[in-house]
């Protein structure tokens, strides 16, 4: 179990980022994403599920969404 616990730690520690952002650039970028999807209103600015209901509510699919799917 250490062993295992040991080879988590030694991943996660390899894709810890080391880079900062400025809270200024970021905001801008999401101001910018948010001004497209008011003008945009009402249409997929995602990539479109093939359901209209679901379309409508998200606006289709993000590239942030994580999808599980179980049957």
């Not at 520690?13 to 650039?25: E, G």
């Not at 497209?36 to 209209?52: A, D, K, S, W």
Request: aromatic share 6%; no cysteine.
């Amino acid at each position: 179990l250490d062993k295992a616990e040991q080879l988590i730690f030694h991943i996660s520690q390899r894709h810890a980022r080391s880079d900062f952002s400025l809270l200024r650039d970021i905001l801008s970028e999401y101001m910018n994403k948010l001004d497209q999807l008011h003008e945009r209103r009402g249409t997929i600015v995602g990539v479109p599920t093939g359901f209209t209901d679901l379309d409508h509510l998200m606006g289709g699919l993000q590239k942030s969404d994580l999808i599980i799917l179980a049957a």
